[in-house]
């Protein structure tokens, strides 16, 4: 692969330049060997099709319930590292619920970020704002645009599970516990279409002119464990750069069905416009 190559993938997947419970998973964005028969028992013959019709239909049906969702996000370049954790509660088809953003890097203090959902609006702060401004921004939750491989805009998980509905093929590997639960493991490899999906212009067009360079040298890998209801319980996509370099992201969903509390709009919330919300914290 040419060096330039390297560059703009390292680029459009880290985001080096930027400022500064309940999963299990400690991903680095290298690729995971299959678990163990200890912790993966075999899984019987399955057609194909009927392996991605189980993850699709679970995606689907995981959007129209609510969930705690703890998420981690993995991103380094072999000298440094970044770690986000997403926190929080969602009625995930009703778009109501708060999240809490936190990003840790290089031994900094970490940087917060509040979500607060309230149906079609998402309103954000940077409680710990270095220039002081702590107020409420309001955005439209369908019209803010990925920024970085595998991250979701305003960090909402219906778009993960949008991805994971959008897998071109699937695959059965085992079963496996979950939140002390048994679930059927499926692993595939996502496409450009998937990875690429509500993307910004620019950095759709640097993935798609590399696409068949990153297969070939760092091919993508996603991992999704259904539970016994149908449901997602836990998705993970990743991608490896070489060596230290890599970003995964593991999204672990719990409490599906519970109520949500509601939280009400925030104060003074300041409508912005969708494509000047970017950077880490956001997507």
Not at 5 to 33: E, F, N, Q, W, Y
Not at 130 to 144: A, H, K, L
Not at 145 to 164: G, S
Request: glycine share 10%; proline share 8%.
């Amino acid at each position: 692969m040419r060096r330039s190559t390297v560059a703009v993938i390292g680029a459009i997947t880290l985001c080096t330049a930027c400022g500064g419970g309940g999963s299990d998973s400690g991903d680095d964005g290298k690729r995971k060997p299959s678990a163990p028969a200890s912790a993966s028992r075999s899984a019987p013959a399955t057609r194909p099709a009927d392996d991605i019709a189980a993850v699709r239909a679970a995606a689907a049906a995981t959007a129209r319930t609510t969930a705690r969702v703890d998420e981690r996000i993995k991103m380094g370049d072999g000298s440094m590292a970044m770690v986000f954790t997403v926190r929080g509660a969602l009625d995930l088809a009703g778009g109501k619920g708060a999240l809490k953003v936190r990003l840790q890097a290089d031994g900094k203090p970490a940087v917060p970020l509040d979500e607060v959902f309230t149906g079609r609006m998402v309103h954000l702060r940077m409680p710990q704002e270095p220039t002081g401004d702590t107020s409420w921004r309001s955005v439209p939750r369908d019209q803010v645009e990925a920024h970085y491989l595998l991250r979701a805009p305003l960090n909402d998980p219906v778009h993960i599970l949008r991805q994971v509905a959008m897998l071109p093929s699937a695959r059965r590997v085992g079963e496996e516990k979950v939140n002390g639960a048994p679930t059927v493991h499926y692993r595939a490899e996502p496409d450009l279409k998937t990875l690429t999906y509500r993307m910004v212009t620019a950095q759709r067009a640097k993935v798609t002119s590399h696409w068949k360079d990153l297969q070939r040298q760092f091919p993508p890998y996603a991992d999704v464990w259904v539970d016994r209801k149908g449901h997602v319980v836990r998705s993970r996509f990743g991608m490896p750069l070489g060596g230290d370099a890599g970003m995964a992201v593991s999204l672990t969903l719990s409490d599906l069905g519970k109520p949500v509390r509601t939280p009400g709009v925030p104060s003074g919330a300041r409508a912005v416009d969708p494509s000047s919300v970017n950077g880490p914290l956001v997507g």
